[in-house]
């Protein structure tokens, strides 16, 4: 799968154009396979541009519960609003608004009660890329975001090194692919039905790196921010999708 985050980027204007350009360019593809996490206020125009197509929309936060939240979206407000997946555990959201596993771990536990699939991410710091602890920091967040709690028909993973976000710095997609073996092995072994999720890679995915990451046998999709805000772009890296991963 591939996602767009948008985060907060988007007017209702050049919403409408991107969509229209997505809708033209992928007129043969189609557009399964294709996520897009658009801000809370932009999510009907975006399901409404796509009501006719295979396209997911989803959410890039939830809140853990619904009522007295002030500036809160609940998980019954997200399956009121037929929300496709849920990004949890964005390291902007660990960063800007101090989220820790234990926050997102009730997150992740109300999507799995609501049936909206959770794409969880997770990822490590330059230092701790540099101090050879990436293995050991994804398996502490994949496990106590998940605590065990793993239902097949949901789960996604987001691996998302902080480093390489917005950066146009990137891992060697042969190391990303060995990454995600990993964690793929640490949830499958958390699993009780032997789940092996999808595993999508993100952080400054553009069209001239796509390729490289989409060779690699464990690297399922992409999470893209920055490339994702031009529809020509997305477009590109999604055919680029194709050719590797739907032959
Ligand atoms: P980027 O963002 O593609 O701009 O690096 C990815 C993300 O934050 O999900």
């Known amino acids: ?31 399964k396979s294709i996520g897009i996490a658009p801000s809370f206020i932009h999510f009907n125009q975006i399901k409404n541009a796509f009501i006719n197509n295979d396209i997911k929309v989803g959410f890039q936060d939830i809140d853990i519960d619904g009522g007295a939240r002030t500036g809160s979206i609940s998980p019954s407000m997200a399956v009121d609003s037929d929300c ?37 991410c997770i990822g490590e710091s330059f230092e701790e890329f540099k101090a050879g602890k990436t293995e050991q920091k994804l398996q502490t967040q994949i496990q106590e975001c998940i605590q065990g709690n793993i239902s097949s028909e949901n789960l996604t993973i987001a691996y998302e090194p902080i480093w390489a976000i917005g950066s146009g710095n990137t891992p060697k997609p042969k190391d990303v692919n060995t990454i995600h073996e990993f964690i793929k092995d640490v949830v499958q072994s958390a699993s009780e039905n032997n789940l092996r999720p999808q595993v999508l890679y993100g952080g400054s995915v553009n069209k001239s790196n796509a390729a490289d990451f989409f060779v690699e046998k464990n690297i399922d999709g992409a999470l893209i921010g920055g490339a994702s805000l031009d529809a020509d772009i997305f477009s590109d890296i999604i055919e680029i999708y194709s050719r590797h991963k739907e032959k």
């Open 1 to 31: 799968m591939i996602i767009a985050n948008w985060k907060a980027n988007g007017d209702i204007k050049s919403n409408k154009a991107w969509c229209n350009q997505l809708i033209v360019r992928m007129s043969n593809r189609g557009l």
């Open 84 to 120: 496709s997946f849920c990004l949890i555990g964005h390291s902007e959201r660990r960063e800007i608004f101090n989220e820790d596993n234990n926050i997102i771990s009730k997150k992740y536990k109300m999507l799995v009660k609501s049936h909206i699939k959770p794409v969880l």
